[in-house]
């Protein structure tokens, strides 16, 4: 009795490991598709729609998306420039068959001191990093030359304000790989000096010569 076995095999792109990136809404964002080189085609894709296709000869061709226009291939990379909420989702690097799926979270900081970015010595204030958006796995942090400050804090406590506080404040937002710096300036006012006159003594005679 003979077995016959059958072997089936499903013709389809190969899948590699992709990464997760993350960007600021109206920043700059490079995905890196995977390869370094291809011989026949590369594309990208968002979502099911094409942004870039580009041949062995390096001819390159737009998709019809907005993004499209807003983007450019570098060195097989996809480099989008004024990013958007509507970028934000799964990206695909179809490169000689190879499938590089890619993500892109996208989120926006907000730098603010409370209750103003003028404040006066020994008075009490608040600075905050809130980061608004897809964040999932970002740390926040304040920094500043010269000022020890409690690691991975989005707030900080100025009690009392000194003058040591006027100046530059820097929120590091870190994921991944990828770190964003929001700036924030303080302004530390000091009191008025004020001058007294000299006071004229009592009982002194002015005597004029003729």
């Known amino acids: 009795m003979k077995v016959i ?25 490079t ?32 998709g019809l998306v907005e993004l499209a226009r807003r983007s450019v291939v570098r060195q097989n990379n996809l480099e989008i420039s004024s990013v958007r909420e509507t970028d934000t989702g799964e990206f695909k690097c179809l490169a000689d068959g190879t499938r590089h799926e890619h993500s892109l979270s996208l989120f926006s900081v907000l730098v603010s001191v409370k209750p103003s970015a003028v404040l006066k010595l020994n008075d009490e204030a608040t ?8 964040h999932h796995g970002c740390e926040v942090e304040w920094r500043r030359l ?20 006027n100046g530059p404040w820097l929120c590091f937002v870190t994921c991944g790989r990828n770190t964003f710096i929001e700036r924030l300036a303080i302004k530390v006012q000091e009191p008025p000096t004020t001058t007294t006159p000299p006071s004229t003594p009592k009982n002194v005679t002015f005597v004029t010569s003729v």
């Open 31 to 62: 995905l890196n598709c995977g390869v370094s080189s291809y011989r026949h085609t590369l594309q990208w894709h968002h979502g099911t729609d094409v942004v870039f296709n580009v041949d062995q000869r390096g001819f390159t061709r737009k």
């Open 5 to 29: 076995v059958l072997f089936v095999f499903v013709l389809g792109a190969l899948s590699a490991a992709g990464e997760d990136f993350f960007a600021k809404v109206g920043g700059k964002v």
């Open 127 to 134: 600075l905050q990093c809130e980061v608004i958006g897809q």
């Open 146 to 165: 010269n000022t020890y400050l409690p690691s991975n804090t989005s707030t900080v406590q100025l009690k009392p304000v000194k003058t040591s506080h």
